[in-house]
């Protein structure tokens, strides 16, 4: 409205880049104008709040334990918010959710209004707007979707489109995925900040301006809808040198009354308007963006924008005599708007930012694996909510209000939304701060445990005694050592049938098993292993485990009795231990060999497609550096630096025994009083399970110890692996070998390592091994023909990073935690892995649920007899059709996402389109009123627009006109690597019980 007088002022009383005007509105409108000749310095005035580190996510809410770390969001938030009202000029950004939600709980109408208001102009604006500022290294794809799903959804609900971020801001994470690049560009981002990066990447793309980039996400999904314009910041999130104004900063504020002794802005003015001038160096456009802000700051907001008042009328005025530099406050999507009218031709970025270094010899490769405990229970408590998900999107409000009590699945994801930040998974936060994190995720296991009960009641019609055996993996579940006859229910999440294989402690000899047809299911019992028994301290005392297998359908459950048999003493055989050193077991699939001397296996067969490698496996571990001459930087929760390139193997001899019956065979080895591991074939599964047991991990020694599951074949790899990205596209990976750059590599192990979601492969001509996992791990290939996974690390040291505390997880007894996973390894043509790998590893993080009930149960709805097999689904998904997310969203609404789970070259049979018909697709619910939306579900997919950018290879890519707002849901085709994401209303269809 003012904007024409606003012109007509002579320049040199506004600075160049006149005031801001009346703001009209959120987004681009509301951005300052920069004029065209001269340096604009946009600075970004914000906060960088950890969801937990050094303190705890509420601790750093209210402000308490200053001692560990003076922050206090609540009085961030009081601060700025009233200093922005105070003057339309200024603007703020603000970036996590789960800090902004808890603020906003607090506050009267009042103030909610002029929030309100704030928002609508532009001047407070939410960036990146997740629950947390996600790691993108320990992360799965699923996870991130969630919570930044959360997240935005928080903000869309509270403010409406201006509450929409239009920028991704990952100012801390340490490296970035290509994944989450491809993910943000799905989310709709218009453009992706970050804060750090290898130190010789950054160095070289400071020399060639090469700061900022298209990075092009996907090698699958067509140019323009991966590609993602992206930022490196120039100062990670600091302020340059000097410029510090916070409380929390010692740098000497500006004074400009030329009356006052120690007046200084001449010479506070001529630093920035060098350090300006350097920084366009580097850059390619006439704006650059300084990050006024840093962790925790802005709790007394007056002492930063006070000095910025200052600094922006004193540089401004420099005008009159000639300088060239304007500078303003403004925020990174004005920033982004600036770039994109300066209609350059950008460079393009393919690969990701992994490994991140910064220095020689510190590279941030320790925390693929640290706290790998937390990182199983991470993944694990994300397989949960999607059952929980799942289960309440399936029944409605009968499973938030139900016979078991009130209930919901946010809890859960919540506490998950917490858990993706990058101190949280990435197992660098203090000790008693990752407790925490466990705390809230056990809570989000509580609640949905009601929201299953409820579910479950309300879908077989009756009511039982429920119960959660969460300590299973130990060999510890009350009912089933106790009773004598029980029920197993089996949820399975994934959309097509899987068979699965139970196995429960009991202290029976025999039992018989009837399947939900009345069928009698074949089950086997064998003696918990001496390993098991260890870990189980007070817990538990079952001498045996039960095991069957349990047919699921796609999206339902099976239900199955167990009574106990009581066969006559003649018939029990008492420790039938089996074989010692077993030379091979074998199913119908694989066969595993093993050397009877060392113990070790020897090598593997893939029987069914007659494939044959020499393979050795084997337990080392790496001597953790404590500094040497060449670095005093040591290995610590961040930091993987071994203290030389040799390994040093647990155990050249391993005792082992064999177990074996009609279900599983197995080899028990025992490589020492702290590492074991089970060789496993199940009956009829493709794949060899390796079930490790590492820890406590000795640190009697000087160094702490990083220990690693090795694989060596006579693969020729020739320096080649490949890794997957949070889960989803595969990267190939060449050892001491960047993409982008020459690398000048100064640790051959640690800067080697690559973060492994969920699987890690090597190729030969044809042939593939590759590694499944059950959690992050970093992982790598040192030698040709060899794979690595880091299982579990304990340091002595610090590793000068913040956290401030060495990486002991020393545990309820002190003397360290035992941690427990599963390796799927598998061996196959290289042609046809992806068949294999891709279908495994959504089982893997999608596994079936078992909830047992002591029957007995009572019936819950009028009609009908208990129902023991279910399907959501009138069919199955095909093999390349994945039901990423079923959730509720409202009361009356559905959150649905499919996913093409394969790429677009890697398989001839899966690597091709597919096309759903959602009217059909379930039988239990109706579903209506389909509407597509953005990845982050936050805005419907035919109002998207985002900006497109010029590069070297040719000019923007237009997107196709988009999407019909009304899709047809008989017809969703999906192509390789496509998620794709509606809302729909929900009927529950009545009389479901009993049919
Ligand atoms: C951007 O630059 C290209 C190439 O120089 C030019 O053809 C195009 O017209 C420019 N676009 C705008 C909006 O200025
Ligand atoms: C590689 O890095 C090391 C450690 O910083 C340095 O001493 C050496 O000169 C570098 N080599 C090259 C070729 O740049
Ligand atoms: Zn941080």
């Not at 917490?418 to 949280?424: E, K, L, Y």
């Not at 005093?632 to 203290?643: E, L, M, T």
């Amino acid at each position: 409205m003012e904007r024409v007088e606003l012109l007509l002022l002579p320049l040199l009383l506004l600075g160049a880049a006149g005031r801001l005007k009346q703001a009209e509105g959120c987004g681009e409108q509301s951005c300052p104008q920069a004029p065209d000749g001269f340096l604009n310095v946009h600075l970004i005035p914000h906060t960088h709040n950890d969801v937990g580190w050094l303190k705890t996510v509420d601790q750093y809410y209210y402000g308490a334990h200053n001692d560990i770390q003076h922050a206090g969001v609540q009085y961030i938030l009081d601060s700025v918010v009233s200093q922005l009202l105070h003057d339309p000029s200024k603007r703020f950004i603000y970036v996590e959710s789960a800090f902004f939600w808890r603020w906003w709980k607090q506050q009267d109408e009042l103030v909610r209004r002029d929030v309100t208001r704030l928002v609508e102009e532009g001047r407070l604006e939410f960036i990146n707007g997740g629950w947390s500022m996600n790691d993108e290294a320990a992360t799965h794809y699923s996870s991130i979707i969630d919570q930044m799903t959360l997240g935005l959804q928080f903000l869309k609900s509270t403010f409406g489109d201006c509450g929409r971020p239009r920028v991704a801001w990952h100012i801390d994470p340490f490296g970035h995925s290509r994944e989450q690049a491809l993910l943000f560009a799905q989310m709709g981002y218009d453009g992706f900040f970050f804060g750090r990066l290898d130190y010789q990447d950054k160095a070289n793309r400071e020399k060639t301006k090469q700061m900022e980039m298209l990075w092009r996400a996907s090698d699958d999904i067509s140019p323009p809808y991966a590609d993602l314009f992206t930022g490196v910041l120039p100062n990670g999130y600091n302020p340059p040198d000097g410029f510090c104004w916070d409380q929390l900063c010692d740098d000497t504020p500006i004074i400009d009354d030329p009356s006052v002794e120690d007046y200084n802005a001449d010479v506070i003015v001529q630093k920035f308007l060098k350090a300006a001038t350097q920084q366009a160096q580097k850059y390619l456009s006439s704006h650059i963006v300084m990050t006024m802000g840093s962790d925790f700051q802005y709790e007394n907001a007056i002492m930063w924008f006070k000095n910025m008042d200052r600094l922006i009328k004193n540089v401004n005025m420099q005008q009159i005599n000639g300088s060239k530099v304007n500078v303003f406050y403004s925020t990174p999507s004005c920033y982004l708007q600036s770039l994109h009218r300066a209609n350059l031709t950008w460079p393009m970025k393919m690969d990701d930012f992994f490994p991140y270094a910064d220095g020689p010899h510190m590279f941030w490769t320790g925390y693929f694996t640290s706290r790998p405990a937390f990182k199983g229970y991470e993944r694990l408590s994300n397989n949960f909510l999607q059952v929980c998900n799942q289960m309440e999107a399936l029944s409605g409000l009968e499973a938030r209000n139900g016979p078991y009590g009130q209930s919901s699945s946010t809890v859960m994801r919540r506490a998950m939304g917490v858990a993706q930040h990058h101190d949280a998974v990435t197992g660098t936060a203090k000790q008693h701060v990752n407790n925490d994190y466990s705390l809230r995720l056990s809570e989000g296991w509580d609640s949905c445990q009601v929201v299953i009960s409820n579910s479950l009641s309300s879908l077989t019609g009756t009511k039982e005694n429920f119960a959660f055996c969460n300590l299973l993996n130990i060999s510890v579940c009350h009912v089933t050592e106790t009773a004598n006859n029980f029920k197993v229910y089996l949820y399975n999440p994934l959309g097509r049938s899987v068979t699965w294989t139970v196995r429960l402690p009991v202290n029976g000899h025999a039992y018989k098993v009837i399947g939900p047809n009345d069928e009698t299911v074949p089950s086997e019992v064998v003696d918990v292993s001496d390993f098991t028994k260890a870990l189980r301290f007070q817990q538990g005392g079952a001498e045996r485990e039960l095991i069957f297998q349990g047919q699921i359908p796609a999206v339902g459950f099976s239900s199955f009795t167990v009574g106990k048999l009581s066969l006559p003493d003649r018939f029990v055989i008492k420790g039938k231990r089996g074989k010692k050193q077993p030379d091979k077991i074998q199913n119908q699939y694989y066969r595993v060999d093993f050397d009877p001397e060392t113990g070790l296996i020897s090598g593997i067969h893939n029987l069914e497609k007659k494939i044959s490698l020499p393979l050795k496996q084997s337990f080392y571990w790496y001597n953790a550096s404590v500094g040497n001459e060449e670095s005093s930087q040591p290995s610590g929760a961040y930091i993987f630096r071994p203290n030389n390139s040799d390994s040093v193997p647990v155990s050249q001899h391993v005792r082992s025994y064999l177990v074996q019956n009609s279900l599983v065979q197995e080899v028990h080895q025992n490589f020492s009083s702290w590492c074991s591991q089970v060789v496993r074939l199940y009956r009829d599964q493709r794949y060899i399970e390796l079930e490790w047991t590492v820890g406590p991990v000795p640190i009697g020694d000087e160094w702490g110890k990083e220990v690693i599951s090795l694989i060596e074949t006579n693969l020729k790899t020739d320096g080649v692996f490949y890794t997957d990205s949070n889960g989803r596209q595969i990267l190939k990976r060449r050892r001491d070998s960047r993409e982008t750059w020459k690398l000048n590599q100064t640790e051959p192990i640690a800067g080697n390592y690559y973060p492994v979601n969920s699987r890690i492969y090597i190729k030969g001509k044809n042939t593939q091994v590759t590694v499944l996992t059950d959690r992050s791990q970093g992982g790598s290939s040192i030698r040709d023909g060899s794979l690595e996974l880091m299982v579990h690390r304990r340091l002595l040291r610090d590793d000068y990073r913040g956290v401030g505390e060495p990486l002991l997880e020393n545990g309820l007894l002190g003397e360290g935690i035992v941690v427990r996973g599963r390796h799927l390894l598998l061996l196959d043509h290289a042609d046809e892995a992806a068949d294999t790998h891709r279908t495994l590893a959504l089982q893997q993080y999608m596994s079936p649920q078992v909830v047992l009930s002591s029957g007995d149960g009572i019936p819950y709805s009028q009609s009908g007899t208990p129902k023991r097999k279910f399907s959501a689904l009138n069919g199955e998904l095909p093999q390349n059709g994945h039901l990423l997310t079923f959730a509720m969203h409202a009361a009356d609404k559905i959150l649905l996402r499919l996913e093409h789970p394969f790429q677009s070259q890697e398989s001839k049979n899966n690597s091709q389109p597919i096309t759903i018909n959602l009217n059909t697709l379930f039988s239990s619910v109706s579903l209506s009123n389909f509407e597509e939306t953005t990845l982050g579900a936050n805005m419907e997919k035919s109002r998207l627009k985002r900006l497109q950018w010029r590069t070297r290879t040719g000019s923007p890519l237009q997107m196709d006109s988009p999407r019909a707002p009304v899709v047809d849901p008989s017809n969703i085709t999906l192509s390789p690597m496509e998620i794709r994401t509606f809302l729909a209303n929900v009927r529950y269809k009545a009389a479901l019980h009993g049919r």
